[in-house]
């Protein structure tokens, strides 16, 4: 079946980017949409962006200007780059496969999460 | 301060009923977009366990089932199991924030 791993570095400097990867296994990435979530005890779960395979993006407006999102198909794998990280960026990361639903979307698989902690 | 609004705990015996509600509004619920629910057992990922309002994904046990009427949605647990004691979130798409949204979580404690 289908699994995400994320990966990445665990700590972050305040000001410096954010990069995370998930990586997609047991299946194909092609042909789907793949999303990022964070999550904190403040804020709850918080979604962040998506990415299709043929690298069309959208992302959360309060995020988007910090936002890059990136697939590499030949690896079965996307990214996930946040800038100029703050305090209240210090969550658990999760990837997650998005489907389509009647009238929106939803996230069926899910990786068990990476936690950032941005601090100097 | 959650766009879908849930109560923060819940709590039943074994074997018994509970029913989680998840609040929101035109721009959301109200405006016709589905809701969709997830599991979260503390230190683990979120599990999806309800899409388009009232489809079990397979493996879901039947226990689960989830409605929505207007600007409100409901997930039930009948014949609540000491397995179910998780948070679950609401989910659903935004038209005003252009967003997707999480409920808050409620907390469910099996007595």
């Known amino acids: 079946q289908v699994q995400l791993q994320e990966s990445g570095p665990g700590l972050v400097r305040p000001s410096e980017t954010l990069s995370l990867t998930c990586s997609v296994s047991g299946g194909s990435i092609s042909s789907y949409y793949w999303t990022w979530i964070r999550q904190t005890p403040d804020k709850g779960l918080e979604w962040i962006g998506y990415?299709?395979?043929?690298?069309?993006?959208d992302s959360n407006p309060s995020l988007k200007s910090r936002v890059a999102l990136s697939v590499d198909t030949s690896k079965s794998h996307f990214s996930l780059r946040l800038t100029s990280v703050t305090a209240a960026d210090t969550a658990i990361y999760y990837c997650?496969?998005?489907?389509?639903?009647?009238?929106?979307?939803?996230?069926?698989?899910w990786g068990r999460g990476a936690l950032v902690t941005v601090s100097s | 301060q959650s766009v879908l609004t849930q109560p923060p705990s819940l709590s039943g015996a074994p074997g018994q009923r509970v029913t989680i509600s998840c609040t929101g509004s035109r721009s959301n619920l109200g405006a016709g977009y589905d809701v969709h629910w997830y599991q979260q057992v503390p230190g683990t990922a979120p599990k999806l366990l309800i899409y388009g309002d009232t489809i079990r994904p397979s493996g879901v046990p039947d226990r689960f089932s989830g409605s929505k009427s207007g600007t409100s949605a409901s997930l039930a647990i009948t014949g609540l199991q000491a397995e179910d004691e998780a948070d679950y979130y609401c989910?659903?798409?935004?038209?005003?924030?252009?967003?997707?949204?999480f409920g808050g979580g409620t907390r469910v404690t099996v007595l």
């Open positions: 997650a496969r998005m489907l389509l639903s009647r009238t929106n979307r939803y996230f069926d698989l």
């Open positions: 989910q659903s798409y935004d038209s005003s924030l252009i967003n997707y949204v």
């Open positions: 990415i299709y395979s043929n690298g069309n993006t």
